[in-house]
């Protein structure tokens, strides 16, 4: 088999996030290296060994493994066939330094939640204009996180609080078309970002970025009944691009916008009339 390499590599708009990096490699190996960042990274094909404080550790498919900033290590493929991987680089704001000595005791993390969470946090990074999505799915797997390498789960994030909800809520109509980070609207009610989250999908049943989308495609659907291009519409409902409004829109409403546009129309009364 020829050697692959195949890598992407991307900054996404979302704070602690220093960089995604997603690569396919069959018989290249690291070597003894250093990282400032958290390198939190589950393998979707293959395995990968690697030694961390000269310990000997592996990522099978079911695995998250989180390594620590300033701690040498390296990597290379198991199997013969390689591995497939997928990472992304945290900053000391996600995870502190005082997290580092557990992580180091215990870096792979057999979790089928956690490992979900993360993989879900990768589909939303890949996408421009679901920032917010990112930073919720990012907040709950680093709590996740936390809760390992303390041995703990941080128990008060799941009390009901309807009042911080509405807050939340609130906020979020209010700035529909602008958006708000997570960051910003934890600062704003005075919440950590992971109460925010589960305060508000146990009030609502949806995590604020769903309800930020469904709110924007609800107002998205009364401007294209409207007869506005969906271009138009896209920058007038605080959608990253037509691109960011259609993939959305179809998955709520089941048709692209453009389709939408030109079925009311043709069912309009007065098209209905003219047909008959």
Known sequence: MAAQREVSAWRPRVAGVTEVFHA?????????????????????????????DRHEH?????????LPPHVPHNGSPATAHGFRKRVVYLDSTRLDDSL???????????????????????????????????ESRLTLVGERLRGHLRHRLGERADRPDPALARQVRELLDARLVD????????????????????AFTRAYGIAPHQYLTSRRVDRARRLLLDGRAPG?????????????????????????????????????????RRDG
Do not use: C, N
């Open 179 to 198: 958006g708000v980070t997570l960051d910003e609207a934890a600062a704003i009610v005075h919440a950590h970002p992971a109460h925010v989250v589960r």
């Open 232 to 272: 138009e519409v896209a920058a007038a409902t605080g959608f990253y691009d037509q691109a960011h409004l259609t993939r959305h829109f179809r998955k709520l409403v089941g048709v692209p916008p453009g389709r939408y546009r030109t079925a009311a129309r043709d069912l309009s009364p007065r098209g209905a």
């Open 100 to 134: 580092i000595g557990p992580a180091v005791d215990s870096p792979d993390l057999r979790d089928p939640v956690l490992r979900q969470r993360v993989a879900h946090l990768h589909a939303a990074l890949v996408r421009p204009g679901d920032e917010l999505e990112a």
């Open 24 to 52: 396919r490699f069959t018989e290249y190996a690291y070597p003894m290296h250093v990282h400032e960042s958290w390198t939190l990274l589950i393998v979707d094909d293959g395995a990968v060994r690697y030694d961390l």
């Open 58 to 66: 592996g990522t099978p498919h079911d695995t998250v493994s989180l």
